[in-house]
Each structure stands twice: as structure tokens, then as C-alpha cells.
């Protein structure tokens, strides 16, 4: 098979940051997908419903007027955040979700939840209304190893938070390990998981042998190989619980090359040849749409794109290694291997 039309796929969890670089890594993302979902960490965090308003019409003008591309809006949790703005915003049609960041976990988590007492009610509104928390996976204990942030996560807060909150629809976010895979699982019809087209990639070792790869340290950290595994064969299984979503994550250069470098993978311009590739080495390319194009509406009670994308099978194509931003280039993740399906409609 050298040629695969799918349902045109949606980016479950993508970073488009603002300003030059928003205007600069949009292009990338709307090139190939028709939705995604935006992250809300932002300085200052996309927190109230206005502020979430404002920030779509900011991205509607980074999209170049060829493509067909919707953002999806998301609220950062915080332990303020007012009930009845949240679910005004979602009724108003400007939020799909709200993001839920243990403080201190990740990139601009400082105002995210400490103490999960204090978002209760926010909870219990969300699970009233139907509306999905997407959840970054990972305690932030000084004494859990950063390799057994999410195992210990799903223990002891997202297993607690769901029998507490019956009716409450989560996404695990960019699960990373096979605990995560088997709790995705055991989840039911309210339960997703997004896995990243890096976790499909890298293991720990891409990160830590031969040197320091900053461009390959994300959060949650990549773990062993088993846990790889683990993670191709749910993305490649069909099971519906299962989704693309990228954390295309941009950084400036300069700050992941740095002393103290920041977290992601900056995958939105090469996502899609290198999910062809890692499909078709798993011999699945039959769940490829499943995956990138389907599972994640299904999740979200949307429908499917009614528009198409082709990919062609051929010579190795060679992506660019950084894309230019006026501030500085931006590393674009390279898989370390050769890519042989491109996009061509
Ligand atoms: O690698 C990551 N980068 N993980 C996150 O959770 C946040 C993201 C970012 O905003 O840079
Ligand atoms: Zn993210």
C-alpha cells in the first residue's frame, strides 16, 4: 500500500503559546488537522471565559486563509476558578474543556491545584454539565522519582478524583507508561487517554545516552522501552479509548539548549508521516484513522471531519530541521529514522 486517504485528524492536545510564536507554529498545525485542542498555559494562564474568547480570535488570525482549521478552547484549573464562568463559557460554545495542572508539574503549572478539597465544586459542575477534564497526569512529591510521577498519579489522585466525582468525564493526558494504558482501559465510556506521535518514538534513552538531548525532554518524561511498547500497541490497538494528541510543545532554541531547559517536543510540522511510519511498522495502518481521526471526536461527542487528507508512500522526506520565528528557530522533533509518507492533499 504506497497510498492512504483518511478523515482529515484532530490534534487532541496541542501548545500554540501567542504572540510571534503562535503566529509562527499555527501554520503547522492547521496544515493537516482540522481541530485541536489548546492548551491554556499561558503567562498569565487562559483562565476565565473571556480571557478564553479573546485568546480563539487571537489564534483565528494565525490561520492562514487556505486552511480549514478550528481551535478548541480549554480553562486552566485553578483552585479560584468560578463555577459558573466555566459552565457559562462551555453553554456559549467557547470551551471544549479545562485543564487540570498539578502545581509545579510542568511548563507554567504555578497557578494550577494544590489541593484537590478546594476544586470540588468546580468538579462537580464540570460533571453536571458534561464537560471533559483533561488532566496532566503526574504528582509533583519531591519523593516520587520523575519516572513514576504518573503511576503514582493514577493511584493516588486520579483513581480517588473519579470515585469522588461519579459522571465526570477525564482525559489522561500524553499517557507515557503501561499503568497509564491499563487504567485507560478500565476506564469505560468516560475515560480517554491522548498519547503523543514522541512517546510512540523515544524511549528514556534518546534523552540521556551519548550526551544530554534537550530536544527530547518533554513532560511527563519519556520512560523504558517496555512502557514504548506499551504505548504503540494501545495507539495501534483500535480501542477507542484511545487518541492523537500531539503536545506539540514549542520552545524557543535557546531555551532548550540551556542550563535549565525546558519541557517538549516540537512535533505539529512532521506528526503525520511519522505516525504512517509507526503504523505501518506495527503493520496497522488500517488504525491509523482511528486513532488520529476518529477515536478523539467519538470522545468528544463531536463528529468526525467531513473533509479528507492523502498520504503518499515514497522516497524519505526530509522535513526542515527548525521552523523560523522572529524571536528565534524552533527544533522540529527528529524521530531518528527515515519518514517515507508524506501529506500530499
Ligand atoms: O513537555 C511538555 N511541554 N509537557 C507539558 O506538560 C507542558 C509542555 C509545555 O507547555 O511546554
Ligand atoms: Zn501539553
Same mark, same amino acid.
Given at each position: 500500500?504506497?497510498?492512504?486517504?483518511?478523515?482529515?485528524?484532530?490534534?487532541?492536545?496541542?501548545?500554540?503559546?501567542?504572540?510571534?510564536?503562535?503566529?509562527?507554529?499555527?501554520?503547522?498545525?492547521?496544515?493537516?488537522?482540522?481541530?485541536?485542542?489548546?492548551?491554556?498555559? !499561558?503567562?498569565?494562564?487562559?483562565?476565565?471565559?473571556?480571557?478564553? &474568547? #479573546?485568546? $480563539? =480570535?487571537? %489564534?483565528?488570525? @494565525?490561520?492562514?486563509?487556505?486552511?480549514?482549521?478550528?481551535?478548541?478552547?480549554?480553562?486552566? !484549573?485553578?483552585?479560584?476558578?468560578?463555577?459558573?464562568?466555566?459552565? &457559562? #463559557?462551555? $453553554? =456559549?460554545? %467557547?470551551?471544549? @474543556?479545562?485543564?487540570?495542572?498539578?502545581?509545579?508539574?510542568?511548563?507554567?503549572?504555578?497557578?494550577?491545584?494544590?489541593?484537590?478539597?478546594?476544586?470540588?465544586?468546580?468538579?462537580?459542575?464540570?460533571?453536571?454539565?458534561?464537560?471533559?477534564?483533561?488532566?496532566?497526569?503526574?504528582?509533583?512529591?519531591?519523593?516520587?522519582?520523575?519516572?513514576?510521577?504518573?503511576?503514582?498519579?493514577?493511584?493516588?489522585?486520579?483513581?480517588?478524583?473519579?470515585?469522588?466525582?461519579?459522571?465526570?468525564?477525564?482525559?489522561?493526558?500524553?499517557?507515557?507508561?503501561?499503568?497509564?494504558?491499563?487504567?485507560?482501559?478500565?476506564?469505560?465510556?468516560?475515560?480517554?487517554?491522548?498519547?503523543?506521535?514522541?512517546?510512540?518514538?523515544?524511549?528514556?534513552?534518546?534523552?540521556?545516552?551519548?550526551?544530554?538531548?534537550?530536544?527530547?525532554?518533554?513532560?511527563?518524561?519519556?520512560?523504558?522501552?517496555?512502557?514504548?511498547?506499551?504505548?504503540?500497541?494501545?495507539?495501534?490497538?483500535?480501542?477507542?479509548?484511545?487518541?492523537?494528541?500531539?503536545?506539540?510543545?514549542?520552545?524557543?532554541?535557546?531555551?532548550?539548549?540551556?542550563?535549565?531547559?525546558?519541557?517538549?517536543?516540537?512535533?505539529?510540522?512532521?506528526?503525520?508521516?511519522?505516525?504512517?511510519?509507526?503504523?505501518?511498522?506495527?503493520?496497522?495502518?488500517?488504525?491509523?484513522?482511528?486513532?488520529?481521526?476518529?477515536?478523539?471526536?467519538?470522545?468528544?461527542?463531536?463528529?468526525?471531519?467531513?473533509?479528507?487528507?492523502?498520504?503518499?508512500?515514497?522516497?524519505?522526506?526530509?522535513?526542515?530541521?527548525?521552523?523560523?520565528?522572529?524571536?528565534?528557530?524552533?527544533?522540529?522533533?527528529?524521530?531518528?529514522?527515515?519518514?517515507?509518507?508524506?501529506?500530499?492533499?
Amino acid at each position: 500500500m504506497d497510498r492512504l486517504t483518511l478523515r482529515r485528524p484532530d490534534d487532541w492536545h496541542l501548545h500554540l503559546r501567542d504572540g510571534e510564536m503562535l503566529r509562527a507554529v499555527t501554520p503547522e498545525t492547521a496544515r493537516h488537522f482540522g481541530r485541536a485542542i489548546i492548551m491554556p498555559n !499561558l503567562v498569565p494562564p487562559v483562565v476565565r471565559g473571556a480571557e478564553a &474568547a #479573546a485568546y $480563539r =480570535d487571537r %489564534i483565528l488570525a @494565525a490561520i492562514p486563509e487556505s486552511a480549514d482549521f478550528k481551535p478548541l478552547m480549554t480553562l486552566y !484549573l485553578t483552585e479560584d476558578t468560578d463555577p459558573a464562568d466555566l459552565v &457559562a #463559557a462551555h $453553554r =456559549d460554545g %467557547i470551551i471544549t @474543556a479545562v485543564k487540570l495542572y498539578p502545581a509545579g508539574a510542568t511548563t507554567n503549572s504555578a497557578s494550577g491545584v494544590r489541593n484537590f478539597d478546594k476544586v470540588r465544586p468546580v468538579l462537580e459542575a464540570m460533571a453536571e454539565a458534561g464537560i471533559p477534564l483533561c488532566t496532566h497526569g503526574e504528582v509533583v512529591d519531591s519523593h516520587v522519582d520523575i519516572f513514576d510521577r504518573e503511576a503514582v498519579f493514577i493511584d493516588t489522585v486520579l483513581d480517588p478524583l473519579r470515585r469522588n466525582t461519579p459522571g465526570l468525564r477525564v482525559v489522561m493526558e500524553h499517557i507515557t507508561t503501561s499503568q497509564g494504558v491499563d487504567y485507560a482501559r478500565s476506564g469505560g465510556e468516560d475515560l480517554g487517554a491522548t498519547i503523543t506521535t514522541h512517546h510512540l518514538v523515544i524511549n528514556r534513552n534518546a534523552i540521556l545516552v551519548g550526551g544530554i538531548k534537550p530536544h527530547y525532554y518533554c513532560l511527563p518524561v519519556a520512560k523504558r522501552e517496555e512502557h514504548r511498547l506499551a504505548l504503540r500497541e494501545a495507539a495501534t490497538s483500535g480501542d477507542a479509548c484511545f487518541f492523537l494528541g500531539t503536545d506539540s510543545a514549542p520552545h524557543l532554541d535557546h531555551l532548550k539548549e540551556n542550563a535549565c531547559g525546558c519541557a517538549g517536543c516540537f512535533t505539529a510540522t512532521n506528526t503525520m508521516s511519522i505516525l504512517a511510519e509507526v503504523f505501518e511498522q506495527d503493520g496497522a495502518l488500517d488504525k491509523l484513522e482511528g486513532f488520529a481521526s476518529l477515536n478523539g471526536p467519538r470522545f468528544y461527542r463531536l463528529p468526525p471531519n467531513e473533509s479528507q487528507i492523502v498520504l503518499e508512500k515514497g522516497a524519505p522526506v526530509d522535513y526542515p530541521a527548525h521552523i523560523d520565528t522572529v524571536e528565534g528557530p524552533v527544533t522540529v522533533f527528529d524521530p531518528m529514522m527515515p519518514l517515507h509518507w508524506r501529506v500530499v492533499e
